[in-house]
């Protein structure tokens, strides 16, 4: 029995540190204390409202978001605006649909059915217009980076005057915690770049984290749904597997063999 | 089978039983006479079993929201972890249950090795074992391919590259198992049928597994034969299907945690990455349960050698019952061969740690040595050690040891307890 959980612990051990060893090459990254981490983590819903707000004023000027839908904003488990807010966030943004009975294409305000607006048309034309770099989709962005929460979250406060013996080109930018130091992105934020409906203070902190979090959140949509699960099926197999455990310890009590 | 003989009760149940013996069939299942010493390493067939099945469930239903096409998979991806009900469990059951399946895989592996289940008479079981192993990785490395992410467009460019290393016919079959001249959509599309295919006849070849089990019985941790039925075993129902089911509970706990709470953790971050054939990601690594022969693949300089020694690898397990030439089963009782045995685990493990690591400096000597060990262990220590081997005495039956007092009872049990 306990070399079965030596086992199993000594594996995990071992395949843990080995995909940490993926992410532990670069400096150390900021930490904060992330609300959905631990086995009962949520979102914090304010905190995704005001990510959304700095996503949609600052970085979904170059970078798109495919995967989400308006409707995902007022689904529960995420920022939750009110389908009202949502509504009215889908009618801010112009949408190409068509073709209509004529053949042709047309704008209408945007639905709650329709995927969040792309800021380029394709791939070419984001890159024309940030100097050859291609400002990657962020609706998985923090599953695709080996360092997650905590890399963009640093990522965003690592800009720091280049060091003397670091040679920059035109638009190419120094950041502490971004792999080989170089970014094609200036610093996306700055003090008070936004204004939060409730007060918050906009610091680069706070924003960073707020954004974070509302990636975080696109990436993962149901991480909260899941969490919930996740308690409820493991409480439900821990008392089943007491369970058969005394079940078995009686069936075995009858013959002199040791389980 | 020992119970030809059996006859159901009821009239409709002979009529039944005399035309297709089914009956007969899940008798003999229940009757069927174990060992009453297994250890919990024997639990893993069961908990196979269950990986088995539930990799084939889950993506059974996975199947139907995802598209084989190379523009739409990572979106369809996606859209079964977005819009499809629970499609989120189910894709992480799947992907973390691939995981599980390999993990207890090895457990079972090197409980048969530790316990010698591969020797006589069973090593029909062991080399269907082997084939089935194989076909597991097969299907493993294709269905990491599916999601269409980076690391399963660099990993199949990289895997099936392997194959150009054959001499003179090498580019053609790279091509032909490409479907054109490069990892493209003819690749997934294939992938894909053949991903759906390989469980089946991984369930096929299960059969056979167990019904050669069945014929000399299961092995025990004292790995002598035992006479059956009789008081050394016990029937299958309810002894070992409650055992099994407790473990099986256990494992099914570590499982729903990383389904639950670390769903990517035994990933790789950049399969986030929509794969692009103009960008090649800094580190190409394969799953952790394959990384053991990528570094025996990258730890040989010559291309062709290196695909050699990594197919060998897995092969000669194919050849053990006759690499092994001691006449004990059980490493209870062979002193030597115990202590060679955890070096080898140790050895497969650091494989495995330098296999993740670049292949560079001390990592590749590292993985050199540990190469050189491992077929040393097969085709060296394991012949020489049983004739060289000094064995402790093996008890005469299972009971013996503990109802007759024997000389032997002490050493057995300090064995047991220490591997325990």
């Known amino acids: 029995m306990k070399s079965l959980f030596k086992l199993f612990s000594i594996i995990i051990i071992i395949i843990a540190s080995n995909s940490y060893s993926f992410a532990a090459e670069k400096a150390e990254y900021l930490k904060t204390d992330w609300s959905f981490k631990g086995l009962f983590g949520k979102f914090d819903r304010a905190s995704l409202q005001r990510g959304y707000q700095v996503y949609t004023e600052v970085c979904a000027s170059c970078h798109s978001m495919k995967y989400l839908s308006y409707r995902n904003l007022a689904e529960p488990g995420g920022p939750e605006f009110s389908e009202v807010q949502a509504k009215a966030i889908a009618a801010s943004f112009e949408v190409t ?4 009975s004529d053949g042709e294409m047309f704008t209408r305000p945007g639905k709650l059915s329709d995927k969040f607006v792309m800021p380029y048309n394709n791939v070419k034309a984001a890159q024309a217009a940030n100097g050859g770099a291609y400002p990657p989709d962020m609706s998985v962005l923090v599953k695709a980076r080996g360092g997650g929460v905590d890399y963009i979250y640093s990522l965003l406060q690592g800009y720091e005057e280049a060091p003397s013996n670091v040679s920059l080109d035109d638009g190419v930018y120094y950041n502490k915690y971004m792999y080989g130091n170089k970014i094609r992105m200036a610093a996306p934020l700055s003090e008070g770049l936004v204004e939060y409906g409730d007060g ?60 | ?199 089946f006849l991984i369930l096929g070849l299960v059969v056979l597994h167990i019904w050669a089990l069945h014929v000399p019985g299961n092995n025990n941790p004292v790995g002598i034969d035992i006479k059956k039925p009789s008081k050394d075993t016990v029937p299958f129902h309810p002894y070992i299907v409650i055992k099994d089911g407790f473990a099986l509970l256990m494992f099914m706990i570590v499982f729903a945690f990383f389904v639950f709470y670390a769903p990517n953790i035994l990933g790789h971050a950049d399969n986030y990455i929509e794969a692009n054939p103009m960008v090649t990601p800094a580190h190409i690594v394969p799953e952790w349960y394959l990384l053991p022969f990528y570094a025996i693949l990258r730890s040989v300089p010559d ?92 008890p005469l039956s299972i009971t013996e040891p503990v109802l007759g007092g024997s000389p032997n009872l002490a050493a057995a049990r300090n064995k047991e307890s220490t591997i325990e």
């Open chain 1, 97 to 100: 649909d068509g073709p209509n």
């Open chain 1, 200 to 259: 918050t203070n906009a610091t680069v902190e706070q924003m960073s984290k707020d954004v974070t979090t509302f990636l975080m959140w696109s990436a993962e949509p149901h991480l909260e749904a899941r969490h919930q699960m996740g308690f409820k099926a493991i409480v439900y197999l821990i008392i089943l597997t007491i369970l058969v455990y005394f079940s078995m310890k009686k069936i075995w009590s009858r013959v002199e063999s040791e389980v």
């Open chain 2, 1 to 199: 089978m020992s119970d030809h003989d059996y006859r159901p009760k009821s009239k409709v149940g002979q009529w039944f039983n005399d035309r297709l013996p089914l009956l007969t069939l899940a008798n003999h299942l229940t009757d069927y006479p174990t060992p009453k010493n297994l250890n919990y390493w024997w639990t893993f067939g069961g908990i196979l079993t269950f990986c088995l099945i539930t990799q084939i469930v889950t993506g059974l239903t996975l199947a139907m929201h995802y598209i084989a096409h190379a523009d739409m998979a990572f979106e369809s991806v996606e859209h079964i972890m977005r819009d499809v009900n629970y499609g989120w469990l189910i894709r992480y059951i799947h992907a973390n249950g691939a995981s599980m399946f390999f993990l207890a895989v090895y457990i079972h592996i090197f409980r048969s090795l530790f316990y010698g289940s591969y020797k006589s008479p069973r090593e029909i079981i062991w080399i269907l074992g082997i084939i089935i192993y194989l076909l597991m990785m097969a299907a493993a490395f294709m269905g990491y391919v599916l999601p269409w992410g980076q690391m399963s467009f660099w990993g199949a460019t990289v895997i099936t590259n392997l194959f150009s290393a054959i001499p003179l016919v090498g580019e053609g079959i790279v091509t032909w198992l490409w479907g054109g001249y490069s990892v493209d959509n003819p690749t997934l599309t294939r992938f894909f049928t053949l991903h759906y295919l390989i469980p």
């Open chain 2, 303 to 394: 291309k062709l050698l290196g695909v050699v020694a990594m197919l060998s690898a897995i092969l000669i397990l194919a050849v053990l019952p006759w690499l092994d030439t001691s006449k004990i089963r059980s490493a209870v009782f062979r002193p030597l061969y115990k202590q060679f045995y955890w070096i080898l685990v140790a050895d497969v493990l650091i494989l495995g740690y330098v296999g993740a690591m670049p292949a560079e400096g001390l990592y590749l000597l590292i993985a050199r040595v540990a190469t050189a060990y491992y077929f040393l262990h097969f085709l060296v220590i394991l012949p020489v050690l049983g004739f060289k081997e000094k064995t402790l005495p093996v």
